[in-house]
């Protein structure tokens, strides 16, 4: 399956993240079980994100991370 790209706001600038259909699914499902809007919760990931890594590999990996229960979400 093809990644999707979706818009984002971050910071209040607009950016766009391509992800495979289950990761946006996962990530919506994460950030509706913490009551945070998507932007949020990708806000919260960009910041904890290392310059070497970019932001839909981040998203991939908070998803594994959290449903792997290593997350505190």
Not at 9 to 36: C, N, P
Not at 49 to 64: E, F, K, T
Request: glycine residues 6%.
């Amino acid at each position: 399956m093809r990644p999707e790209k979706h818009s984002l706001t971050l910071h209040g600038h607009r950016t766009s993240v391509s992800l495979e259909r289950e990761f946006w699914d996962a990530f919506r499902e994460i950030a509706a079980q913490r009551a945070m809007p998507i932007n949020a919760l990708a806000a919260e990931i960009d910041a904890a994100r290392g310059v070497d890594m970019g932001l839909a590999s981040a998203i991939r990996l908070h998803v594994l991370r959290h449903y792997r229960g290593l997350t505190g979400d």
